[in-house]
Nanobody, 122 residues
Framework: QVQLVESGGGLVQPGGSLRLSCAAS????????MAWYRQAPGKERELVAD???????NYADSAKGRFTISRDNAKNTVYLQMNSLKPEDTAVYYC????????????????WGQGTLVTVSP
């Protein structure tokens, strides 16, 4: 019911920057929270940052001061600007939307993107 498509991953050198984008589609009325998670090889998926519809944000300690999450509510799109990237940021980054209200559907829905690979290496 909610489709999420990420873009913007790739290979970057340490200290470099990348901007991830994620667009949600479907019969969406509103989305309460949009978030970025990541999963490194051999590790569990972890929250990187999230943003509520009113603009309030929350960051993992590892992302504070380097990453910035933002969203365009009109486009149902969330962004993650990543600066000063480190090798330990290498992971598959997943977009998530929850608290999604759909046209003619009761309740809240959730969706996940397929993931985009970010590799930080010299």
């Amino acid at each position: 019911q909610v489709q999420l498509v990420e873009s913007g991953g790739g290979l970057v050198q340490p200290g470099g920057s990348l901007r991830l984008s994620c667009a949600a589609s479907g019969s969406i009325v509103s989305i309460n929270t949009m978030a970025w998670y990541r999963q490194a090889p051999g590790k569990e998926r972890e929250l990187v940052a999230d943003i509520i519809s009113d603009g309030r944000t929350n960051y993992a300690d590892s992302a504070k001061g380097r990453f910035t999450i933002s969203r365009d509510n009109a486009k149902n799109t969330v962004y993650l600007q990543m600066n000063s990237l480190k090798p330990e940021d290498t992971a598959v980054y997943y977009c998530n939307a929850h608290g999604v209200k759909l046209i003619l559907r009761y309740g809240n829905f959730e969706g996940w993107g397929q993931g985009t690979l970010v590799t930080v290496s010299p």
